[in-house]
Every structure is written in C-alpha cells, then in structure tokens.
C-alpha cells in the first residue's frame, strides 16, 4: 500500500503561480511512476504530467512549458511547479502512483484526496 497526500493548492490570480507537494509513505516501489492528474468541476480527470525513477518526464499538451514535475526521493515528494496560471488550470489536482509510464488514470493504483487550485481572471 502507498498513501499519497497533497498540498499546496489555493487561490491565486491569473498569471500567479503555485507549487503543489505529494508526500509519500508506506510500500513505494522504485518502479513506480509518479504522476498528477486534474479534474474539473463537470469534467473526466486528465493527466497533467509523470516522472519515472530516473527522471524521464511527459507532459500533457495543454502545459505548454508552464508547469514542471519533480521528485525528491530522499524525502518521497512529488511536486508540481505551476505557473502562468490561467483560470482553464482550475481544478482538484491529484498526485498517483502507477506502474505504467502514460498519462492515463486506468493505469494508476494509488491517489491522493487532491487539492483544490482555482485560478482568477
């Protein structure tokens, strides 16, 4: 078992930025990618973007170079740097672990409770 916790989200105005954390704990293979994901209100749940072990890194298109996903494994932390926020970013943002390198949540086993960014035009 992983227990993955989020934090970091908030209220920000457009063009501001956020940086969002996922602790870690429990059973957490190595072989496990680390990813977030994002669901608006009235809308499927997307990838944002993963990380595998050795750093390799996808982004979904709509990041557009705004946001950056890194892991620090000595302290089990995922986080998200997001910015260029734009009020299209606001949603529940979710990190999961998972054993395929894809951003597609049926490939994920272990989620997070999310946090919640909402972006201000």
């Known amino acids: 078992q992983v227990q993955l916790v989020e934090s970091g989200g908030g209220s920000v105005e457009a063009g501001g930025s956020l940086r969002l954390s996922c602790g870690a704990s429990?059973?957490?293979?190595?072989?496990?990618?680390m990813a977030w994901f994002r669901q608006a209100q009235g809308k499927e749940r997307e990838g944002v973007a993963v990380?595998?072990?050795?750093?390799?890194?996808i982004y979904a298109d709509f990041v557009q170079g705004r946001f950056t996903i890194s892991q620090d494994n000595a302290k089990n932390t995922l986080y998200l740097q997001m910015n260029s926020l734009q009020s299209e970013d606001t949603a529940m943002y979710y990190c999961?672990?998972?054993?395929?390198?894809?951003?597609?949540?049926?490939?994920?086993?272990?989620w997070g409770q999310g946090t919640q960014v909402t972006v201000s035009s």
């Open positions: 999961a672990a998972g054993v395929v390198f894809l951003l597609r949540p049926k490939y994920y086993n272990y």
């Open positions: 990380i595998g072990s050795d750093g390799d890194t």
């Open positions: 429990g059973h957490r293979s190595s072989n496990y990618y």
